[in-house]
């Protein structure tokens, strides 16, 4: 059943109608069926984890897909496959069924039981599913949630499965003993793609360390912001190539030149050397709690040291970083690591301590041994878990990759195909990122995940099952019930293909992120099934997510994708900024503003939160508070509404039906052509996924047709009679109301069919074609002419705002000056309309050129700094300066005064002019208005100010526009001189006959300039539309 139609709308209790029809009427269904045959437009949805509350960003998110696939259907494509996915797996799911259990370790979860962790993640996967999908429904987000894929479904790992098998097949599984980035929180490796996802700006240790130099009265200087890997250190690393020096201030130190003047400054050089002179040296452990019998404590070379900070030699502990495990392993030594999986101390004084808290007793420890040179605190960014917030460690560990590394050129290669918005992106942060590729370090000691299909036998033969079957066909015996996840796959009994013995399973589930990046392929449980979808779907269209995701489900899909089929994953990917508060401040839970969006869509609507969010380029950062979205409503929707009732309410009055026929008036044939040259615009921005210029050519459109056309067309519709020129207006109007409806329709899909379905009587906008625009109605020279008299009027409303004087106090005059030849014309022929725009008795037309006289002076803020004692003396000798030199030097941003250079903005330049007059220019106009306002301005515009009010109370009374009143109005002297001098003016305005005082009246007082004034108001009878 359709809405009925009311002019006073509730915008949010209308959307929540509409989608009960939509869904009674199966609007979704019937347009997905219509463009069946289609064709196809491939979107894949980036999958979201339902295990927590929805956000404003997921909204915008889930907003921005909408408009875009909206946009493809309307267009007739084959929109596919249309369903939306749910990442299942990973430490988000996890770490919250830990806060539920009140568990803090891996231990905990083994002690619980990994069985019933899992069903317990399991069930806590859709925790907030309910909330997700109602949040995706009332945004207006049109997908399939009913077969949505999710990434924990038996299908859905399989074709996992086979992707781990093909790249085992090529030869890119390895597993290896290296420096991961490790959570000690959680217990397990992350990739690098996770590890850029979780850079903070914190607080650190910079601790200058001595190294006693063996042999000599000397130490080599040191500097570290991880004093905890100092029990690990074996060597100290050189660069061969750069300048050493040996000073002596308290004490002789070696360390580089360039740092030198850092630490030092002033100081003696006792002797200069290279890098490579040093190479062999021995030195102390500054530290020996550690036992450690072997080689190691001198001095290596190594390529990644630099000279930007710090001393030029640094302090090298293979179990704790990449390029300090590489020398370890050159120099062929056993390491030293005293800490735990926990990242605690296992020996040494600090046993039992966390690294990071046992960072101030290492530094007491070596101010009391003398080896501390120097100890501040400094700020600056290191990785902390994506998810748990904890500090990273790198630490050694078996670890299973993906040989990325190995593919950079290829997955290169493959990002030049894809078209980037913003386009940097390419070559920028994506492009960067995959020229330094890193092999993925896949595997991850958790519990709830994939989980990796490798089993391994004693003699050490692999085996990976191509399929569930495969695997089940190698088991000593069929289990009773089979599901891919833990610990059940660990308890099948694999008999090794080429040795018969018992295979276990590497004890690993794979990174989350894996699963995502197969997402293309593996909702389809290719290639087992639907291999003729995949191959219809593969590579995507378009895909939208947070800028983030170029580290995270961007790249991975990248990569993933890029192994398997040599292919780019996608075509076409939008990336979006963050939602900020109205500070501009990013939003947190932690401090409150992490806004769920349902009250919003309550209180606002979510036609008016999508618009906003449309009108912001996606890729920028957007400012959002409750205030602003209002604003920005009521000067977008809720105009386009109340044009809307406007031609709804004289239209029912005068029993208008659409009849097409022709249309007479030039506003008319203007509006036509500003509605197609704009269908145009959306159309051409859209097919280029330009989402905010086409929302600009929306606003555009609302604002010519309500404060121009409207504005300009509204005595037409008075006339009692059905003139032509009336009929010509009702025309336009139904023409621009139907088309407009359906190309706002993507953007604001509510108000859209609202509006449309009132208009037409037709079951939905969203069944319609896209309209199409017809260039033969399109007018440039017309929209020139009336934008350039928009641009005059537009000049003369921002003068009255300098003067601060209102549209409905009249002025006697006005002077519009200009060269351009168009311009005249245009102002003389529309003369009478410029006037009564902008409440001006007299308008004068100039074509001599202008001149305008400015004075320049000395802007202290800026310039201060730079003059200091200067200042006072440049601010004299400032005006004997030529104005007109010194402005065009101003204007090329360089002045020179007492010999120093100062910037343009060090200078304010003011306009003089005649104190009763108000200038504003642009380019080629120039719109000068009197601020003196005579009696009987003075009274004609307190005359307005009655009619005004009595409006505003004509709409608190709910009255009709047809509605007649009697009015009595009671003021002082000037209030009352008003009245009898445009007494016939205020009574045609507003449909009345003033009276003297009376009963039953509504009534009410003003303040108008200042002067109290009681006004009365009764109906008395219907009479012609206004």
Known sequence: MKLEFNPKIDFPEMERRMLEYWEGEKIFHLLREKNRKGIKFTFLEGPPTANGQPHLGHALTRAVKDVVLRYHAMKGENVFPWIGGWDCHGLPVELEVEKALKINSKKEIENYGVKEFNLKCKENVFKYKREWEWMTRRIGFWIDLENAYATMDEKYI??????????????????????????????????????????????????????????????????????????????????????????????????????????????????????????????????????????????????FVSTEEGTGIVHIAPAFGSDDFEIGKRENVKIINPVDREGRFIEGPWKGKFVKEADR??????????????????????????????????????????????????LIENNMKINWMPAHLKEGRFGNFLTEAKDWALSRDRYWGTPLPIWRCEEGHYFLPSSFQDLLDQCKEKPEYFEPHRPWVDELRVKCPVCGKDMKREPYVIDVWFDSGSSTFAQFHYPYENRDKFNEFFPVDFITEAIDQTRGWFYTLHVVNGILFNSNAYKNVLTLG????????????????????????????????????????????????????????????ETLWNSYVFYKNNATLDKFIFDGGEITNKLDFWI??????????????????????????????????????????????????????????????YTVFKEFSKATAPFIPFISDYIYQDLTGRKSVHLEEYPSFDENLINVELEKEMGDLIRIVELGRRARQIA????????????????????????????????????????????????????????????????????????????????????????????SILGVELPGEAFLVMEETDPSIVHVGDNNIHVFISREINRDLYLEGLAREIVRRIQIMRKEMNLEYSDRI??????????????????????????????????????????????????????VKSATPV
């Open 158 to 303: 399989e074709s996992v499965w086979w992707a781990l098998r093909r790249m085992w097949d090529m030869g890119l599984l390895e597993k290896s003993y290296k420096i991961v980035p490790y959570c000690p929180r959680c217990g397990t490796p992350l990739s690098s793609h996770e590890v850029s996802q979780g850079y903070k700006e914190t607080e650190d240790p910079s601790v200058y360390v001595k190294f006693k130099v063996l042999g000599e009265d000397a130490f080599f200087l040191v500097w570290t912001t991880t004093p905890w890997t100092l029990p690990s250190n074996m060597f100290l690393a050189v660069k061969e190539d750069i300048d050493y020096v040996l000073v002596e201030g308290d004490e002789k130190y070696y360390l580089a030149e360039e740092a030198m003047k850092r630490l030092f400054g002033d100081v003696k050089v006792l002797k200069r050397i290279k890098g490579s002179d040093l190479l062999g040296k021995a030195y102390l452990r500054p530290i020996d709690e550690i036992k450690y019998e072997g080689k190691g404590f001198y001095v290596v070379s190594g390529d």
């Open 578 to 637: 963050f939602v900020l508060n109205e500070k501009g401040e990013k939003m947190s839970k932690s401090r409150g503003d992490a806004v769920d969006p349902l009250p919003w869509m309550e209180s606002l609507g979510a036609d008016a939160i999508r618009l906003y969010m449309f009108s912001i380029p996606p890729w920028r950062d957007r400012r959002i508070s409750e205030h602003l979205v209002k604003e920005y409503r009521s000067r977008t929707i």
């Open 804 to 895: 601060n004087i209102k549209v409905r106090q009249p002025l006697e005059y006005m002077i519009i000056s200009t060269q351009d030849r168009d311009i005249i014309e245009i102002a003389r022929n529309y003369s009478d309309i410029i006037k009564d725009e902008l409440n001006i008795k007299n308008l004068e037309i100039k074509s001599e050129p202008v001149e305008l006289r400015y004075r320049v002076e000395i802007n202290p803020s800026i310039a201060g700094p730079i003059l200091k004692e200067k200042l006072p003396r440049a601010k004299e000798i400032i005006s004997s300066f030529d104005t007109k030199e010194l402005l065009k030097k101003i204007e090329e941003g360089k002045v």
């Open 966 to 1019: 009697i009015i009595f109005i009671e003021g002082d002297d000037e209030i009352m001189e008003a009245l009898k001098s445009f007494r016939d003016y205020i009574e045609r305005e507003t449909l009345s006959t003033i009276s003297n005082k009376f009963d039953n009246a509504y009534t009410k007082r003003w303040d108008i300039e200042g002067k109290d004034v009681l006004i009365g108001i009764k109906v």
């Open 672 to 733: 036509i052509s500003r509605l197609n040259s704009t269908i145009k615009c959306i159309r051409k921005n859209m097919d280029a996924y330009e989402i905010s210029k086409a929302t600009e050519c929306i606003e555009r459109f609302i604002e010519d047709l309500s404060n121009w056309y409207i504005r300009r067309s509204r005595r037409r519709f008075w006339d009692e009679k059905i003139t032509p020129e009336k009929l010509s207006g009702y025309r336009t109007l």
């Open 361 to 410: 007793e290492i530094i007491n420890y070596l101010k009391k041994k003398g080896l501390l040179f120097r100890y501040e605190r400094i700020k600056h960014t290191y990785p902390f878990c994506w998810r748990c917030n904890t500090p990273l460690l790198y630490y050694p560990l078996d670890t299973w990759y993906i040989k990325v590394s190995t593919l950079r050129e290829k």
